[in-house]
């Protein structure tokens, strides 16, 4: 686990920035998932089930003025940062994890 920092800034006014801290970068990762969510939920509040591709999801990030973070490099002692498009690179490849990991429990079932 590797503490890892989240760099919002979703608006151009300067005031819309903020940040949040995560145990991890899968942490993050889905705490961005999530926020997505949350945005989807406001605008369709009257739907009772929001599904949504990738596409869209990368569709949201890249709305954002800038969204970065930095990552704890323990073998450094320091962050290394990480933009926009390392996000999104994390994201597909936790979106897969999770597709594969979901694929191969459906065929434990049958």
Same mark, same amino acid.
């Given at each position: =686990?590797?503490? /890892?920092?989240?760099? $919002?800034? +979703?608006? +151009?006014? +300067?005031?819309?920035? /903020? @940040?949040?801290?995560? !145990?991890?970068?899968?942490?993050? $990762? !889905? ?5 997505? *969510? *949350?945005?989807? &939920?406001?605008?369709?509040?009257? =739907? +009772? /089930? ?27 002692? %320091?962050? #290394?940062? @990480?933009?926009? *498009?390392?996000? &999104?690179?994390?994201?597909? #490849? $936790?979106?897969?994890?999770?597709? =594969?990991? /979901?694929?191969?429990?459906? %065929?434990?079932?049958?």
């Amino acid at each position: =686990m590797s503490h /890892t920092i989240l760099f $919002l800034h +979703p608006k +151009p006014c +300067p005031a819309s920035r /903020t @940040y949040c801290e995560y !145990e991890s970068v899968k942490e993050c $990762l !889905e705490s961005i998932c999530q926020i997505y *969510e *949350e945005h989807l &939920k406001r605008q369709s509040a009257d =739907m +009772p /089930t929001i599904t949504y591709g990738i596409t869209q999801l990368f569709d949201f990030i890249d709305s954002f003025v800038d969204i970065s973070c930095v990552v704890y490099q323990k073998s450094t002692n %320091s962050y #290394a940062p @990480y933009n926009k *498009e390392w996000i &999104k690179d994390q994201i597909y #490849a $936790l979106f897969r994890e999770t597709a =594969m990991n /979901t694929s191969h429990s459906n %065929s434990k079932k049958r």
